[in-house]
């Protein structure tokens, strides 16, 4: 599907505008949390980067599994940290589709869909106490304003993926889709692997990622052939 050029121009106004404002939100309503720590967060981002590269396509629909690292920074070092994450691990992934010159757009209209998600779930998971509970890994209450955190982050990306099909290219589909049950699979995979490399990371620190990481991506690569 080819974008017609008035509505090109429109996604990228769109992401010139909210990508700066979504930016500023995310650092006001919760800068870098005192646990931030730049080394680990650039393994953070280095992981991401290499689980964005290995997308899994479902009914032609490429996606990759990478709710469990974004659950991990948002948990640990905040919805800014998050949404930086978000945003790499979607140039990344659209550069390892190789869009054509007429397909570019995608970048940004993804782009503004995760600012957008990122920014409403985030909110919603400090409106509800996030802000005001312990950092303490053992926490019940952290772990299910997590799980709501996904799920409203599940459900806010589907209605916008499918209000950008309905509207800028005119195809209504079915919410309940074979892509919609993968994606609630990976993100029912994610909240538990999310959590586990929370926890490790409290316990071990930087080598967590290893311990969590190469399951993933061996799992990833092994769907990624069917």
């Known amino acids: ?7 090109q121009i429109f996604v990228w106004v769109a992401w010139i505008i909210l990508f700066p404002l979504g930016l500023w939100s995310s650092f006001k309503i ?4 005192v646990y931030f720590n730049s080394f680990d967060y650039m393994i953070t981002i280095g992981l991401a980067c290499i689980v964005a590269s290995i997308p899994i396509v479902v009914n032609t629909i490429p996606f990759t599994v990478t709710q469990w690292i974004t659950l991990f920074a948002f948990l640990k070092y905040g919805l800014f940290a998050e949404m930086i994450l978000g945003q790499i691990i979607t140039f990344v992934f659209m550069l390892k589709l190789r869009l054509s010159k007429e397909k570019v757009y995608n970048f940004p209209l993804n782009s503004v869909i995760f600012i957008l998600v990122s920014l409403l779930s985030g909110f919603i998971f400090y409106l509800l106490g996030g802000k ?5 890994s053992l926490s019940f209450q952290l772990y299910l304003l997590a799980g709501i955190y996904l799920l409203v982050y599940f459900m806010i990306n589907q209605l916008l993926y499918n209000a950008s099909l309905s509207l800028l290219f005119g195809i209504r589909e079915p919410l309940i889709t074979k892509a919609f049950l993968w994606e609630g699979l990976t993100q029912l995979i994610s909240f538990p692997v999310g959590i586990t490399l ?12 290893l311990f969590v990481g ?9 769907l990624q052939k069917y």
């Open 30 to 33: 919760s800068p870098p949390s």
């Open 1 to 7: 599907m080819i974008l017609e050029k008035r509505k």
């Open 132 to 136: 005001d509970i312990s950092n303490d």
């Open 198 to 209: 929370y926890i490790l990371y409290d316990l071990v620190g930087a080598p967590s990622f």
């Open 214 to 222: 190469i399951p993933i991506l061996s799992l990833q690569l092994f």
